[in-house]
């Protein structure tokens, strides 16, 4: 490939590609990512294994599109749009990860052909453009919204939720999982603050052994001989230092004349954590949870009180207990007054396998609850937290936007059917745009296809003649009969926010790689 150097303006060591050359490089890295998570798409999609080449060579089992493309390292700028575009949607809505790449990296093949044909990229944009707008008035108009009836709108969560499970490796127990992320989601009572539901994973059992705990469980034991047992506790919630009752010898340098001096410094550490204990225990508590340690001394005082103690609770385990709880993370105990105590019905041990845990119930936060997910490894339990997540995130977009669309390739064929009528009517080159738009939107339903092993290109005739004939149509892709299959009767749902999200950011992000006809790489900064 032809580099040019601009004689004098160009650093040395800093290389250009323009025109042709500098299209033709975006155009292969964002395919070659689109083509990398194409095999992932839809409810037969194959799992990618992430191996990390550091210290401990990590492995991650995972067919979720932002996992694989986050964890690789590209060095082509085009495709790094494509992470981006990826990234962003598992933010916003949770799902849809590999659509989005996929549908751009479509978008963007059926454009080299355009720019091959001699037609101007921004006359592509313009159609692009055009085309989306269509899409998204179609998609519209195909959304459905049961929200003013409760028990058809949980019917439509549960199916959305299935859906979303489909393609992951939750798929088994789908009707299982579905039924424990709706419940979780319906307790937030349209809140849509996922950080009230906790995750806890242990290895052990089978998948279909996980379950919903109406409360808070934190993976943590209870101090020696402590209660392990306390009602209506009342829950102070530090980060503060409760390891400094001895004198760290490998980490201090003191000079002194006589052992005596050492014990009086010991003795010294000993009265100020005394004095921090008993501050601690001014506040009325009858339950002290501390990010850091706590020692033997500052343990055994809690004892003798009666106040059960909780060490070493992780950063997250510790905000998400001061929200659910509802108190502070306090780190200075002068002014017990000015603390916001957190609070619970009940504190106690149970056992979850062979694991000791500590479970709140009655907690401030109504709406907390705890899924417990069981499983035979930790890479099985990794991915399935990762399906989880998506299903909660998305059925979460639902709450926020009830509006559903029928899902198994049947808004693209619709999609497709509408962009194609606006691009017969459309004067100019445009109409090519409008029609390699329609091209990519049926590749998604042919991408599901291929994944399932069927003949594609048969299916996707098929269901085009199906939403010809019949404008109200609900058909798309059966994967379990190998044919055309209506939707709604399959249970097949989509949540509308997210498909919506997909059509948009994919037409953007083909958009912006278009628009390059340059691509200029900077000198790296001399060292030494």
Request: net charge negative; with cysteine; glycine share 10%.
């Given at each position: ?497 997210v498909k919506s999200q997909v059509v948009k950011s994919a037409t953007e992000a083909a958009e912006m790689i278009l ?14």
């Open positions: 490939m032809a580099m040019s150097q601009q004689g004098g303006i160009l650093q040395q060591g800093a290389t250009e590609e323009r025109g042709e050359n500098a299209r033709l490089a975006s155009f292969v890295g964002a395919v070659a990512i689109a083509d990398l998570v194409k095999s992932t798409l839809g409810p037969k999609g194959m799992d990618k294994i992430l191996q990390s080449v550091g210290r401990g060579q990590s492995v991650t089992v995972t067919n979720d599109g932002a996992t694989i493309l986050k964890a690789i390292y590209i060095d082509n700028p085009a495709a790094k749009v494509l992470v981006d575009i990826s990234r962003v949607q598992d933010d916003e809505v949770g799902d849809g990860t590999t659509s989005v790449v996929v549908l751009a990296g479509e978008l963007l093949r059926e454009a080299e052909k355009l720019v091959s044909d001699k037609i101007h990229p921004m006359t592509i944009i313009a159609g692009y453009r055009e085309a989306c707008e269509c899409a998204g008035k179609v998609l519209e108009e195909s959304s459905f919204n049961n929200s003013h009836d409760v028990d058809l709108f949980r019917q439509d969560l549960t199916n959305i939720a299935k859906t979303t499970l489909s393609s992951k490796i939750l798929t088994g127990d789908k009707e299982h999982f579905s039924n424990l992320a709706v419940d979780a989601i319906m307790r937030l009572k349209g809140s849509g603050n996922l950080e009230a539901i906790h995750v806890i994973k242990k290895t052990g059992g089978t998948l279909r052994e996980s379950f919903l705990d109406e409360g808070y469980i934190l993976d943590k034991r209870i101090g020696v001989g402590q209660p392990k047992r306390i009602e209506n506790a009342k829950i102070l919630v530090a980060n503060t230092a409760m390891d400094t009752d001895k004198i760290k010898i490998y980490g201090a340098r003191v000079k002194v004349d006589s052992m005596q001096k050492v014990a009086d410094i010991e003795a010294a550490e000993k009265d100020k954590m005394r004095e921090k204990c008993t501050k601690i225990l001014g506040h009325g508590i009858n339950c002290f949870i501390n990010r850091q340690l706590i020692y033997n001394f500052p343990e055994e005082i809690f004892a003798d009180a009666g106040v059960m103690a909780i060490e070493h609770a992780d950063f997250d385990g510790i905000e998400n207990l001061a929200l659910v709880l509802g108190g502070d993370i306090v780190s200075t105990f002068d002014d017990p007054s000015g603390v916001k105590l957190g609070s619970c019905k009940l504190i106690e041990e149970i056992m979850i396998g062979e694991d000791r845990l500590i479970h709140f119930s009655g907690v401030q936060l109504g709406e907390a609850c705890t899924i417990v997910l069981r499983g035979a490894s930790c890479h099985i339990l990794d991915e399935a937290e990762r399906s989880l997540h998506d299903a909660l995130c998305v059925l979460q977009a639902a709450v926020k936007d009830s509006r559903v669309v029928y899902g198994g390739g049947f808004p693209e064929m619709r999609m497709a059917k509408a962009v194609e009528e606006l691009a017969s009517r459309t004067p100019g080159k445009k109409s090519l745009a409008m029609e390699a738009y329609a091209r990519a939107l049926r590749a998604l339903p042919a991408t599901i296809c291929d994944n399932a092993g069927l003949d594609s290109s048969e299916i996707v005739a098929n269901l085009r003649a199906a939403h010809g004939a019949d404008p109200q149509s609900r058909m798309g892709v059966d994967v379990i009969l190998g044919d055309a299959g209506d939707m709604a009767e399959l249970g097949i749902y989509e949540a509308y926010r628009r390059v006809d340059d691509i200029i790489r900077s000198a790296p900064r001399q060292r030494g």
